[in-house]
């Protein structure tokens, strides 16, 4: 079964920069796209990045230019360096395989970007 654990997350102010980290189980994951997607209060939880098993990306409108992911497949692992952070920014941050994610979710991280 996959487990997906997510860290990184925090209270940052507007401008500044956060690296999140998400450790993925399974031997599939050198062969799986992954995302990173994010949940805001009240909003319905959206894609802001993936990365395919070769590493390519692709982003979010909102974020490109500010956000990079990246994946180590050696150590089974998916980043996503944020910089530029807005308020807007602020929601759970979760990762899952893209474009289907698997029906299980990690916890998430929290990002809260606020002066």
């Known amino acids: 079964q996959v487990q997906l654990v997510e860290s990184g997350g925090g209270l940052v102010q507007p401008g500044g920069s956060l690296r999140l980290s998400c450790a993925a189980s399974?031997?599939?994951?050198?062969?799986?796209?992954m995302g990173w997607y994010r949940q805001a209060p009240g909003k319905q939880r959206e894609l802001v990045a993936f990365?395919?098993?070769?590493?390519?990306?692709n982003y979010a409108d909102s974020v490109k230019g500010r956000f990079t992911i990246s994946r180590d497949n050696a150590k089974s692992t998916v980043y996503l360096q944020m910089s530029s952070l807005k308020p807007q920014d602020t929601a759970v941050y979760y990762c899952?395989?893209?474009?289907?994610?698997?029906?299980?979710w990690g916890q998430g991280t929290q990002v809260t970007v606020s002066s």
């Open positions: 899952n395989r893209y474009p289907s994610p698997y029906t299980y």
């Open positions: 990365i395919t098993s070769g590493g390519s990306t």
């Open positions: 399974g031997s599939i994951f050198n062969v799986a796209h």
